[in-house]
């Protein structure tokens, strides 16, 4: 985690370079890219791809971004692509998308709904949808990618634009670094990414200082039993009795082992077990996902989970110890005090106070946060998604909207894409100095 006090010096010094000189998107800029944004949308939303196999969304960005002039490097960390702009000396702020879409199926009974299906890594054929806004978050990128190589007059330095593979599995941002992303290309003075969600109305962002989102650890469990008929339990030892027991006393973690007013999360997922109503399989699968703020809490529920199910396993006279693999992890987002106040101020100016809202740190969980990890001061901005007249009515009654990966789950496009767009680049002229007139 980044100490708000590196983030301070470095951002004193950025806004000294650049001071008096921001300049927010104006209505014009925005509506002159919206058209091609909104149908890249349309496009991105209907071809969907799993995390990892971004083929063709990559290339597709990676065509958009040199089309506008952008030096672009595709292949960084797999599917990732790298598109940079240099316009003088000056710092480097990085913006960032995620390219991948979720195994799910849609069911929004949109026109452009997803009608792709592909095989997972395990081999199975699933539904393929962008439930969780990942083709906004393209979308959005390409137009103000598009906004700033046409306004460069307006701002001076170097745009470092990232296309990140497989958000999804917690694995591409360090696939990316890993491949060199800081060390191959000009490392950045600051990382800005955001991200739709439901819980605030299209039109409106939530700016969060500190803490963005939730540790998250994906756990997957697999206990072993001694098959047989079922019609003979007692010759068998049942993984899936095993397993259901496991996931109940799984539940005690939260409700009984955790402080009251600590936040933590376990969440079963997946149970995989048997393929046939009278076999006894030998063995059951759990696929869990944990979240938590605090380290200690953190290591306190991993500790818990690994202690019951080996008891419960042990309990059930298991043949075997039951396999816990840790095989996905994130640290929490961490917004940089000094951007996020810095962002804030310029995002009022240029939506109005009343459409930016203060967030406290949310349960769900990505992994901008190793870009962070790298020394780099980031800000994650939450991008409102929800129709506001469906928002206002669920907030209304105590009813929630569909969530991100819900089959639901759609965003209210055209104001959330025109706040996006004019959000992005007034962040970035921030940042980089504008140096043209406030329209």
Avoid at 225 to 245: E, F, L, N, Q, Y
């Amino acid at each position: 985690m980044i100490t708000s006090r590196f983030a301070s010096r470095s951002f004193a010094a950025l806004s000294a370079a650049c001071a008096g000189m921001a300049v927010a998107a104006t209505t014009a800029e925005v509506d002159s890219a919206y058209a091609q944004a909104h149908a890249l949308y349309l496009d991105l939303h209907q071809h969907p791809e799993l995390s990892g196999v971004e083929t063709q969304t990559a290339a597709r960005l990676a065509r958009e971004l040199r089309a506008l002039g952008y030096a672009v490097t595709e292949h960084v960390g797999g599917t990732g692509v790298v598109a940079l702009l240099r316009n003088g000396p000056g710092k480097t702020v990085m913006l960032r998308t995620e390219l991948d879409a979720l195994p799910v199926e849609e069911k929004t009974g949109l026109p452009y709904a997803s009608k792709v299906h592909a095989q997972d890594p395990q081999g199975h054929e699933v539904s393929v949808g962008h439930m969780c806004g990942h083709d906004l978050h393209i979308s959005a990128l390409v137009a103000t990618a598009a906004i700033m190589a046409r306004s460069r007059d307006s701002w001076r330095g170097t745009l470092l634009l990232i296309g990140q593979p497989a958000e999804e599995t917690i694995s591409g941002a360090q696939a990316m670094v890993s491949d060199g992303l800081f060390s191959r290309f000009p490392r950045p003075d600051a990382a800005l990414a955001l991200h739709v969600d439901n819980e605030h109305p299209a039109g409106k962002v939530g700016v969060a200082s500190g803490i963005y989102d939730s540790n998250a650890d994906s756990v997957r469990i697999t206990l072993y039993g001694k098959g047989g008929h079922g019609s003979a339990p007692h010759t068998a030892v049942d993984p899936i009795v095993m397993a259901a027991r496991t996931i109940l006393a799984l539940q005690t973690i939260v409700a009984r082992e955790v402080q009251p007013g600590q936040f933590a999360v376990v969440t079963v997922g997946y149970v995989t077990a048997g393929t046939k109503n009278n076999i006894i399989p030998d063995e059951a699968q759990l696929g869990l996902t944990v979240r938590t703020y605090k380290p200690e809490v953190r290591k306190q529920v991993l500790q818990a989970i690994t202690r019951i199910t080996e008891a419960e396993a042990q309990a059930a006279g298991a043949p075997r110890p039951p396999r816990i693999e840790h095989y996905e992890s994130a640290d929490a987002v961490y917004n940089d005090p000094a951007l996020a106040a810095r962002m804030r101020g310029v995002l009022e100016r240029a939506l109005t106070k009343d459409n930016v809202t203060t967030d406290g740190p949310i349960t769900a969980s990505e992994d901008f946060s190793v870009y962070v990890a790298q020394g780099i001061p980031g800000f994650y901005l939450s991008l409102g998604g929800a129709d506001p007249d469906k928002y206002a009515a669920a907030s209304a009654s105590g009813a929630h909207l569909p969530s991100n990966h819900s089959s639901l789950f759609a965003p209210d496009v055209d104001p959330a894409l025109h706040t996006a767009i004019t959000a992005e680049v007034t962040m970035l002229r921030e940042l980089l100095g504008a140096g043209g007139a406030a329209g």
